[in-house]
Structure formats: C-alpha cells, structure tokens
C-alpha cells in the first residue's frame, strides 16, 4: 500500500543511555502525514506523533520541506526548511559526531508499564553535503526547547527507515550493532 506507507515525518529527538547501557533516540515529537500512521504509532510506540500537512518539493537540488500541525492540539507554528543539496560525504569525511547523530538503531519511549524500546532498521545512511537556505522552525518551541545556538548540522539522509514492534525495556536488550557511543564533543550530564 504505497499511500499508507510513504509520507513525509519531521522529528525533534535528543539521544538517551537507558539503565542498560544502551543508546538510542528519545522523541519530543514527531509530525506525520498520515493519520493512520500517527494513530498506531501513538498507540502501538507510545510515541508522541501529530497529524501533519506535509509537503516535500525539490526543484534541481533546491528542498523545501513543510509541515503544519492538524492534530491534537494545540497545534505548533508552522515549520519551512529550503535547503540546497550537495555532493555525497566520502567515508572517511564524516566525523564521529556526524556518526553519532545519525547511526540510531534503537528508539524509546515510556508507557504505563515503564520504558519501552523498539529496534530500528536501516543500513548505515549515505550523507550529503546541505546549506540551510530558509529555516522558520515552530517545532522546537513546541517540544519546550529554547531557538538553537549557532549553526545547524546540515547533513541530509535519504528517506527509508523501517521500525521493528516495540517491546519492554526490562532485561537485557536483544542482539544487535552496538550503536556508537557519544564523541567527547557531544558528551555531558
């Protein structure tokens, strides 16, 4: 079912140490364009998700994402990125930073029951060189975060992810690529 399953998401995440010592992504929130896809996600992940309207334009290697709140409510200011993207990272250009925020393969989230996690599927991402050309971002504010400091990560992934069924946290996590552990740049209380 193509429709169903191929829509835009925005996410505003941070990156958590669960008590077992595994890493993996904390949600804020996560926007959807599709409210089946956001009804099972809330339910089934325990994830914060909103009913989006989302557009995705590209016009030679010009980007415009958009993304506007329907449901619940309240809903956020609307959110616009344009970016212009570039040529491919070789390798061994990307740093351990750059690895860090983007080789995610575990997901959290926290239920009447305790922590849960969720295994997600994808190979290693092929990054792109980007240059943020208009950025009016009402999701931060939303998820209760202050306006960024400095310049943003402009790395662009392709858009695949495939997320396993979520299950408790409790125990010893299965098998798995151990996700990298944080550079000394990223790494604080």
């Known amino acids: 079912m193509p429709w169903l399953s191929y829509f835009c998401e925005t996410n505003v995440r941070t990156y958590a140490v669960a008590p077992d010592g595994s890493r993996g992504v904390w949600f804020l929130s996560l926007d959807a364009a599709r409210l089946p896809a956001v009804v099972a996600a809330r339910a089934g992940y325990r994830l914060p998700y909103f ?17 506007r709140r329907r449901w619940p409510r309240p809903a956020a200011d609307p959110s616009l990125v344009r970016m212009r993207i570039g040529e491919p990272y070789e390798p061994g250009e990307l740093g351990p930073l750059d690895h860090f925020l983007t080789a995610r393969w575990r997901l ?36 209760g975060l202050p306006a960024p400091a400095g310049a943003p990560n402009e790395l662009v992934p392709p858009p695949v992810l495939k997320a396993g069924p979520p299950g408790p946290a409790a125990g010893p996590p299965p098998p798995m690529a151990p996700g990298p552990a944080p550079p000394a740049a990223a790494a604080g209380p």
């Open 51 to 67: 009913w989006s309207a989302m557009s995705y334009h590209r016009t030679a290697d010009v980007v415009a994402y958009r993304c």
């Open 108 to 143: 959290y989230s926290h239920s009447a029951r305790g922590l849960r996690y969720a295994l997600a599927e994808h190979e290693p991402w092929p990054l792109h060189r980007a240059v943020v050309i208009d950025l009016d971002d009402g999701l931060l504010a939303a998820a």
